[in-house]
């Protein structure tokens, strides 16, 4: 069986040597020292790739396995752990960033195709203290219940709410070519435009509500 290039983090290597042999441990999950700046450029093990993110404004340089998925990268090597690993097969949008302004589920895409462009997590939206207007609408309507699943419900909702601004296109709107404004925007759309994030605690209404919340605090009017 293959070994995993040394440039994965410490606990990464062990989890994948577990799944191998079947032992049931708990992976050390401490992050090694001089993990955030990556593997030095004296030590080249061999398939690692030099990597360079722009993570929430600020360049981070890495040298990665380049198997490693963009979720991966955020949570064990930049310890931006908000981004949530749920399914980890691109089903339940837990791990949900936007990517040049596109939601994006990180979790099915690798970190080394990503170079150079702006990725947001959910560390970065607020300004300092000040919360984003779609996690405070989130706090607002009380729209989580665990909160696992929240980072990237927040994730995607500021990025539905962005689409709408630009006019695009949801699954249900009924004249593709005269689709609804952000003041517009119903309860149908949000619903569809959410439909690839699962809360598994069923806080669904709260969730809509917080997107018409933030819909109406981005200057977006009312719809009802």
């Known amino acids: ?19 191998g042999d079947g032992a049931v441990v708990v992976a050390d999950r401490q992050r090694p020292a001089g993990m955030d700046a990556g593997i030095g450029a004296s030590q080249s093990p061999e398939g690692c790739v030099p990597v360079r993110l722009r993570v929430n404004g ?5 040298r990665l396995d380049p198997r490693t998925t963009l979720l991966d990268a955020l949570r064990d090597h ?4 908000g ?3 749920g399914c980890d097969l691109g089903q339940c949008g837990a791990c949900t960033v936007l990517v040049d302004g596109q939601r994006e589920l990180a979790c099915l895409a690798l970190a080394v ?4 462009d702006e990725i947001t997590t959910i560390e970065g ?13 989130f706090i607002e309507c009380d729209a989580l219940q665990c909160g696992y699943c929240t980072s990237g419900q ?17 699954h249900v709107t009924l004249d593709v070519s005269a689709p609804p404004s952000l003041g517009a925007l119903s309860d149908e759309e949000i619903r569809e435009r959410l ?3 699962l809360c598994r605690c069923g806080a669904y209404p709260n969730i809509v509500a917080a997107v018409r919340r933030a819909r109406d605090l981005n200057g977006g009017g009312s719809a009802d």
């Open 195 to 197: 439909s690839g994030n």
């Open 154 to 170: 927040i994730m995607s909702a500021v990025a539905l709410l962005e689409e709408a601004r630009r006019g695009v296109p949801s």
């Open 58 to 62: 600020e360049l981070r340089e890495l």
């Open 125 to 137: 939206l607020a300004d300092g203290d000040r919360l984003d207007p779609v996690q405070a609408a």
């Open 113 to 116: 195709a990503h170079q150079e």
């Open 78 to 81: 930049l310890d931006l752990n």
């Open 1 to 19: 069986m293959r070994s995993r290039p040394r440039c994965a983090p410490r606990s990464a290597r062990r989890r994948w040597r577990r799944r």
């Open 83 to 85: 981004s949530k690993k």
